[in-house]
Nanobody, 126 residues
Framework: QVQLVESGGGLVQAGGSLRLSCAAS????????MGWFRQAPGKEREFVAAISWSGGSTYYADSVKGRFTISRDNAKNTVYLQMNSLKPEDTAVYYC???????????????????WGQGTQVTVSS
């Protein structure tokens, strides 16, 4: 069983920055492919970013490319999402997800991920 706990959400003005963290349980975190997703009110959950278990490969949704950066620290069992130049349309609940299957990398398909955190709210005011 893998438990994921997100933190770092909050209220920020447009153009500002936030850094989300996702702390994972489990001894083999370094073998988990990880991803970030988000869900805005009234919308379906959508892919934001993904990172391979080594951290050597990353992938971003077009809507956040160049503004968001996903990274991980395997020694701390934590994955991060640095969000810069935030826009009101980035407002959503952000979820981290884990694929512990041993796949090097899991992309934008949420069905590739077996474990999800409870989410953290990000609100960007205009």
């Amino acid at each position: 069983q893998v438990q994921l706990v997100e933190s770092g959400g909050g209220l920020v003005q447009a153009g500002g920055s936030l850094r989300l963290s996702c702390a994972a349980s489990g001894r083999t975190f370094s073998s988990y492919a990880m991803g970030w997703f988000r869900q805005a009110p009234g919308k379906e959950r959508e892919f934001v970013a993904a990172i391979s278990w080594s951290g050597g490969s990353t992938y971003y949704a077009d809507s956040v490319k160049g503004r968001f950066t996903i990274s991980r620290d395997n020694a701390k069992n934590t994955v991060y999402l640095q969000m810069n130049s935030l826009k009101p349309e980035d407002t959503a609940v952000y979820y981290c997800a884990a694929d512990p299957s041993g796949s090097y990398y899991s992309g934008p398909d949420e069905y590739e991920y077996d474990y999800w955190g409870q989410g953290t709210q990000v609100t960007v005011s205009s």
